[in-house]
């Protein structure tokens, strides 16, 4: 007899066996009953497991306190924006790494806010306290459960500014800010601009602590430390500070050009052919005016010098500054040096014979120095000579 056949003879068996005994009918009917009843239990006990919110925030919690920051990521609500370089898993788990709470110290608790509803839940880890809302996306899977999102709150900050000089580069966290992470901005009308700084606007960054860098070609690298949140999102760097050594390099320059304009003007050379010959732009008005002074203390009506020498150079520099007109880095250098000089000069008694003399005295040349188009340019230039031979 097959295996098929004998398994229908024992259910027409047990269907006989029932109609011969009420009693055990009644008794199969209420274990039908009971098994019908603990299976719907079983699924609402189910179904509402798994669609309770707290669970959710409970299971988010937990990957957040044993540092799954990968899995924690995942339960956040979708980026409808996409995710950049200052919105995803990498910053998110920086950030939460400082906020200390992959710690058995880290407490969750759930309460409802009177603004927000139910389905708030805070965790709070002592140093930080992280709080979420949890909602439905109106989906479902299975068609039973629902799905859920997790809403950090004050946990994103919009429209952070950041402004820095224009010939600087900036970055956060390292990752450099330009067209692809920021919009750049030399007129900003949301935050205020010197002449000289530009503003780098991020849509959107993940609230927490930031480095900032600011850095340039001749300039020290700038770094401070901030805390990017939802109130306090405006970052305004300082005012750049030269590599050491720039000012003493331009400065060890200068005692050749001042040498170089002394000959010119002993040759009696114009200011145009003087400037060129010391490698420097052409004069402006003052600075011409300026060179012909220098060209008058070097000639002699009644007489000529027959050694002039200039030593002891020493510079010094206040610092600098950003043009407010042109948006430039300028600093001021001032050349201190000794003149000495010999020089022949008719006798004004007899006017019959020359006399020597030899003087010494203090010169001194005030200029400024413009960074400009990756090189450093010498302008508004006055010179005192400290010759006196008259």
């Given at each position: 007899?097959?295996?098929?056949?004998?398994?229908?003879?024992?259910?027409?068996?047990?269907?006989?066996?029932?109609?011969?005994?009420?009693?055990?009918?009644?008794?199969?009917?209420?274990?039908?009953?009971?098994?019908?009843?603990?299976?719907?239990?079983?699924?609402?006990?189910?179904?509402?497991?798994?669609?309770?919110?707290?669970?959710?925030?409970?299971?988010?919690?937990?990957?957040?306190?044993?540092?799954?920051?990968?899995?924690?990521?995942?339960?956040?609500?979708?980026?409808?924006?996409?995710?950049?370089?200052?919105?995803?898993?990498?910053?998110?788990?920086?950030?939460?790494?400082?906020?200390?709470?992959?710690?058995?110290?880290?407490?969750?608790?759930?309460?409802?806010?009177?603004?927000?509803?139910?389905?708030?839940?805070?965790?709070?880890a002592g140093r930080g306290a992280h709080t979420v809302q949890v909602l439905e996306t109106g989906k479902k899977r299975l068609f039973f459960f629902k799905e859920y999102e997790v809403c950090p709150l004050d946990f994103y900050?919009?429209?952070?500014?950041?402004?820095?000089?224009?010939?600087?580069?900036?970055?956060?966290?390292?990752?450099?800010?330009?067209?692809?992470?920021?919009?750049?901005?030399?007129?900003?009308?949301?935050?205020?601009?010197?002449?000289?700084?530009?503003?780098?606007?991020?849509?959107?960054?993940?609230?927490?602590?930031?480095?900032?860098?600011?850095?340039?070609?001749?300039?020290?690298?700038?770094?401070?430390?901030?805390?990017?949140?939802?109130?306090?999102?405006?970052?305004?760097?300082?005012?750049?500070?030269?590599?050491?050594?720039?000012?003493?390099?331009?400065?060890?320059?200068?005692?050749?050009?001042?040498?170089?304009?002394?000959?010119?003007?002993?040759?009696?050379?114009?200011?145009?052919?003087?400037?060129?010959?010391?490698?420097?732009?052409?004069?402006?008005?003052?600075?011409?005016?300026?060179?012909?002074?220098?060209?008058?203390?070097?000639?002699?009506?009644?007489?000529?010098?027959?050694?002039?020498?200039?030593?002891?150079f020493e510079a010094s520099s206040y610092g600098g500054w950003f043009d407010w007109d042109t948006g430039e880095y300028r600093n001021d250098i001032t050349l201190g040096?000794?003149?000495?000089?010999?020089?022949?000069?008719?006798?004004?008694?007899?006017?019959?014979?020359?006399?020597?003399?030899?003087?010494?005295?203090?010169?001194?040349?005030?200029?400024?120095?413009?960074?400009?188009?990756?090189?450093?340019?010498?302008?508004?230039?006055?010179?005192?000579?400290?010759?006196?031979?008259?």
């Amino acid at each position: 007899m097959s295996e098929k056949q004998e398994n229908g003879m024992q259910n027409q068996s047990v269907q006989n066996e029932k109609k011969r005994n009420p009693g055990l009918r009644l008794v199969i009917f209420l274990l039908e009953l009971i098994v019908l009843i603990a299976g719907i239990a079983g699924s609402a006990i189910m179904i509402k497991h798994y669609n309770d919110p707290k669970r959710v925030a409970d299971q988010y919690f937990s990957a957040l306190k044993e540092g799954d920051y990968a899995t924690a990521y995942s339960y956040l609500q979708p980026q409808e924006a996409g995710e950049s370089d200052f919105v995803n898993v990498n910053v998110y788990a920086a950030v939460m790494e400082k906020y200390g709470f992959a710690d058995e110290a880290a407490d969750a608790v759930g309460r409802t806010d009177e603004q927000l509803g139910e389905g708030v839940y805070v965790l709070d880890a002592g140093r930080g306290a992280h709080t979420v809302q949890v909602l439905e996306t109106g989906k479902k899977r299975l068609f039973f459960f629902k799905e859920y999102e997790v809403c950090p709150l004050d946990f994103y900050a919009e429209d952070v500014y950041i402004t820095a000089p224009k010939m600087m580069t900036v970055s956060v966290n390292g990752i450099t800010l330009n067209e692809s992470n920021s919009t750049r901005d030399d007129d900003s009308t949301e935050v205020y601009l010197n002449a000289y700084e530009t503003a780098y606007r991020i849509d959107r960054m993940i609230a927490g602590d930031y480095r900032i860098q600011v850095s340039g070609d001749v300039f020290q690298t700038y770094t401070e430390d901030v805390t990017v949140n939802t109130y306090y999102n405006v970052f305004v760097m300082d005012l750049p500070v030269l590599q050491e050594g720039t000012m003493d390099q331009i400065a060890g320059k200068v005692p050749e050009i001042v040498k170089s304009l002394y000959q010119s003007a002993l040759n009696g050379e114009d200011a145009q052919t003087a400037f060129a010959a010391a490698g420097l732009q052409a004069p402006t008005e003052g600075e011409q005016s300026c060179y012909d002074g220098l060209v008058e203390d070097l000639t002699i009506d009644d007489g000529y010098f027959t050694r002039l020498e200039l030593a002891d150079f020493e510079a010094s520099s206040y610092g600098g500054w950003f043009d407010w007109d042109t948006g430039e880095y300028r600093n001021d250098i001032t050349l201190g040096y000794t003149t000495s000089y010999d020089y022949d000069v008719l006798d004004w008694w007899t006017e019959s014979y020359y006399e020597s003399k030899e003087e010494s005295y203090n010169g001194y040349f005030d200029c400024e120095v413009v960074y400009r188009n990756g090189e450093w340019v010498i302008e508004d230039i006055y010179l005192n000579s400290g010759v006196y031979a008259w």
